[in-house]
């Protein structure tokens, strides 16, 4: 048996620059990290070598690769033509929850499956291969940074380019400093699921609007902003930052925030929060706040119903975490 752990991100700014609508005509930035909430893919042979068996939400078993009805799982056993095997997957978090599951999903599948055939599997390869499952063969209307983010691992200032090319740039913080940025941090669950691809198709055809481009603009603008701001180890502008890209998410297309979302976040920044914004696509999941660790007390009280998930960064990307003595020799 081979397993792979992939971690969830959390996205900071420039979310929407990663469509291939808005970085043909200008370059996308994003500024994310992934955290320690995972997904798990693990595989073995299957007893019956003709056939292969999935497990996730469903089970299938299946004679054939084209009988496959889980997109991901038949794409890149497709890519590999690869039967025989059982694989299943287990998550940390619930999908459609706005921490890029799905390209997690995929980016780990790819890492099990490659290493149980003996390939060496860098960040940058997995990023590169995910992206063209499901966007080239798949046809999902979404970004790249997900993929990149799932599949590298840490806190990154990640480039988007018209050449389809994208660069992957660590972002070097005093340990201290990188510290209290993440002690700093509160996620809270608003509750739901969303269709990311419905409100990312969305998203890209509002872009060619010039107005609403040049918002798109402005956002990329604030994750260079929050790039020099952290490479710097300053802290005072992250809520700022948060808080102006999230209003100008919003203003993009509707679909991206809801009554429920928009009421607990300015309950939250009523708490104590400097900033914040609902993560992934929009309309469900995860409310990341910005709140000083001297202020979270009296959040913590003011908001004494949320749900609160507590989490660390993540330094280290897809891996695989466990090789049976079959595959160790």
Request: glycine share 10%; with cysteine.
């Amino acid at each position: 048996m081979i397993i792979s752990r992939t971690p969830f991100r959390i996205s900071f700014a420039g979310g929407g620059s990663d469509l291939p609508s808005f970085y043909h005509r200008t370059t996308g930035a994003v500024l994310s990290t992934s955290i320690d909430k995972y997904m798990y893919i693990a595989i073995h042979p299957f007893f019956d070598q003709k056939k292969i068996q999935l497990k996730y939400s469903k089970t299938e078993l299946v004679d054939c690769i084209d009988d496959i009805h889980h997109p991901i799982f038949r794409e890149v056993l497709k890519m590999y033509q690869l039967r025989g095997v059982d694989l299943n997957s287990i998550a940390d978090i619930p999908s459609g929850t706005g921490l890029g599951s799905s390209s997690a999903f995929t980016v780990g599948l790819l890492n099990a499956v490659r290493a149980y055939l003996g390939k060496a599997s860098s960040g940058e390869k997995l990023g590169q291969l995910a992206c063209d499952v499901e966007i080239r063969k798949l046809g999902s209307p979404i970004g790249k940074q997900d993929q990149y983010a799932a599949a590298c691992g840490g806190l990154n200032f990640i480039s988007f380019y018209g050449d389809e090319t994208v660069n992957v740039e660590k972002i070097i913080m005093d340990p201290c400093k990188k510290k209290e940025l993440e002690e700093n941090l509160l996620m809270v669950f608003v509750g739901g699921e969303h269709s990311a691809n419905a409100i990312l198709k969305s998203q890209s055809a509002a872009i060619s609007d010039v107005r609403k481009f040049e918002t798109q603009k402005e956002m990329v603008q604030l994750a260079y902003q929050l790039r020099s701001s952290l490479e710097n180890n300053q802290l005072d502008d992250f809520g700022r930052i948060l808080h102006e890209g999230w209003l100008m998410k919003k203003s993009l297309t509707s679909g991206i925030s809801t009554g429920v979302v928009d009421e607990m976040y300015d309950r939250g920044i009523r708490a104590g929060a400097l900033g914040g914004k609902l993560l992934g696509a929009g309309g469900a999941g995860f409310i990341l706040f910005y709140c000083p660790k001297e202020r979270q007390d009296a959040f913590r009280t003011r908001m004494n119903e949320m749900n609160e998930m507590s989490f660390h960064f993540d330094d280290f990307g897809s891996k695989i975490i466990y090789v049976g003595d079959k595959f160790s020799d």
